[in-house]
């Protein structure tokens, strides 16, 4: 066995039981340890994740690409459909060099199963991940009766944006979240822009005008509403806003927040020109006649900042995307946080849209 880091072992069957999977984790685990008294599994966070078979090899590249963030033990549920049988594959192993230390290692269950199987997953999949851990299930590809059945999953990862309809996918994640703890990849891509914001309105002078904004327009991509809506949520839960349902009105879709004896302006509107999904702008303006506005732009965010007389100021936000990888990386170090200002942005955001 090399010094650094520790071989991969791989166990694989077909036509299984969860009893005999959770038998050959125990058996790699006692042979790693036989063979390398350096070798400790992490002990984290378990991953489910239910995914159509032929998009398995998607879904696992992603996985790859999380980085330090990787969870400690993932099962993969392939589904395919007519399947009434489980094929397993399992592996065991750590791919880094420790130099010397601790070998810590990671532990992959790949199933095959059938659609079948999906309303009972829970009974497949309980031996299979580590007790005492927080257990965070994962369907990128729907089958949302699976992770229904789930009740060992504290923390379900949701991505908003990718459901066709808006109130459907802010709906569930809602309901979601009256059972257990929601981390939604939508909320994490717009981290930036409510840091800049945010900081933005940080400085002891400009925090007065936190209660005198009359505005807000937010730009997005065709198909992230969802994106959008949370960030106009997040401020309305913030200042104290009650939003009511967004209504057409030239071009984009707008409501009146009430908030101590006034109105807040917000809008929502496509950018067509958007390449990719997520937020193309946003423009704040207060009462007195400040303006700040954040655009995404080559490097960053473009910031700019009209002050009351007309002064502008803008910058560059380097650095502001994690990129896809960084934001499932993200998401599964959420499962072990906890962000007290996503339930109150999505409840806005449902009185929103509807």
Sequence with gaps: MAAGATEEAVWNAQDTTPSAIEGALRSLLQQHHEADQAFAPARVVNLI???????????????????????????ICAVEPG???????????SAEDAGGGIHVG????????????????QTIVDPLVVPDLMTLAW?????????????LAGVVLVDSVQAPDPRTAIGRA????EHGYVVDLAWLRATPWRERIAA??????????????????????????????????????????EPTQLEPEDGGSVTRARTQGRKVKLRLEVDETMPVPGLAGITIETAPGMKLSLFRGPGGLQAKRKRPGGKESSWVVVGASR????????????????????????????EMLG
């Excluded at 990128?140 to 699976?146: F, M, N, S, T, V």
Aim: hydrophobic residues 40%.
């Design 200 to 241: 933005t309105f940080d400085p002891k002078a400009w925090r007065p005008a936190l209660h005198e904004i009359t505005s807000v327009t937010v730009s997005h991509h065709p198909d992230s509403t969802v994106s959008g809506a949370l960030l106009l949520g997040w401020l309305a839960s913030r200042l104290g806003w």
């Design 106 to 121: 990671q532990e992959r269950v790949e199933l095959t199963i059938g659609e079948a199987h999906l309303p009972a997953l």
């Design 49 to 75: 994740v239910i995914v159509d078979r032929q998009w398995r090899g998607e879904i696992e590249n992603r996985l790859e690409r999380v980085g330090r963030f990787h969870p400690s033990r993932s099962v």
């Design 174 to 177: 809602q309901r979601l979240l």
């Design 139 to 151: 369907a990128p590809h729907g089958h949302d009766e699976a992770v229904d059945s789930l009740d």
């Design 323 to 350: 990129g896809e990888a960084g934001i499932l990386g993200e998401g599964i170090r959420q499962a072990l946080l906890r962000d007290p200002t996503y339930g109150p942005a999505l409840g806005a955001a449902c």
């Design 83 to 93: 399947r009434t049988t489980i094929d397993a594959w399992v592996s065991m192993g």
